[in-house]
């Protein structure tokens, strides 16, 4: 079954910028769906963006829109979350995941892969 780690997580100041990395592997092909999920300690879990491996839409939370922007590289099995103009309710833990089937929107359907996460601090 597939793994994700996940990278690129560290401290930044606010305005600043910070690019996560989540590498899937166990897998012959990059998953159908990949997102990127945060949360941060007494609050649900929030998604921030979603891609089809075949490409198309990509969803992006609200919260994100306009300043994160969502890619991938199949060939690598990596996603990536490139995070500009970061503010400091940006601060989480973030999380990919993966699914293996077409609906990728994470508010309608539910990822059945994740990582470990990677620390994100936005002072």
Not at 62 to 68: E, I, L, P, Y
Not at 99 to 119: F, H, I, K, L
């Amino acid at each position: 079954h597939v793994q994700l780690v996940e990278s690129g997580g560290g401290s930044v100041q606010a305005g600043g910028s910070l690019n996560l990395s989540c590498v899937a592997s166990g897998v012959t092909h990059i998953p159908l769906c990949m997102a990127w999920y945060r949360q941060t300690p007494g609050k649900e879990r929030e998604a921030v963006a979603a891609i089809y491996s075949g490409g198309g839409r990509i969803y992006y939370g609200d919260s994100v829109k306009g300043r994160f922007t969502l890619s991938k590289d199949n060939a690598k099995k990596t996603v990536y979350l490139q995070m500009d103009s970061v503010k400091s309710e940006d601060t989480a833990m973030y999380y990919c995941a993966a699914r293996p089937r077409m609906n990728c929107d994470p508010s309608r359907v539910e990822y059945s892969a994740w990582g470990r996460g990677t620390q994100v601090t936005v002072s």
